[in-house]
């Protein structure tokens, strides 16, 4: 995978994540205090700028109600 191949999916990770949490009616502060993180760090995952790890996918799901096929099941990654 290249850097860009890889920033890319960065970019659709951040944008179903942002979908996923406004389908629910749940604000950036919100899901960030729901995740137990900063607020400028979640909306950075929402942008795409910053790798997540593992464990943040998985607080992310938590917030969400969701699982990890909920999330990954949208993203088109190429």
């Given amino acids: 995978m290249t850097d860009k191949e ?9 944008k179903e994540v942002k979908r996923l949490r406004s389908e ?3 604000s950036t502060i919100e899901m960030s205090r729901r995740c137990l993180m ?6 950075r995952i929402e942008q795409g700028k910053i790798n997540v790890t593992f464990k943040t996918i998985t ?3 938590k917030a969400l109600d969701i699982n990890y096929q909920e999330l ?7």
């Fill in 6 to 14: 890889f920033k890319k999916s960065l970019l659709a990770l951040g």
């Fill in 24 to 26: 629910k009616g749940i």
């Fill in 38 to 43: 900063d607020s400028g760090n979640y909306v």
């Fill in 59 to 61: 607080k992310i799901c």
């Fill in 72 to 78: 990954f099941k949208e993203m088109e990654i190429k």
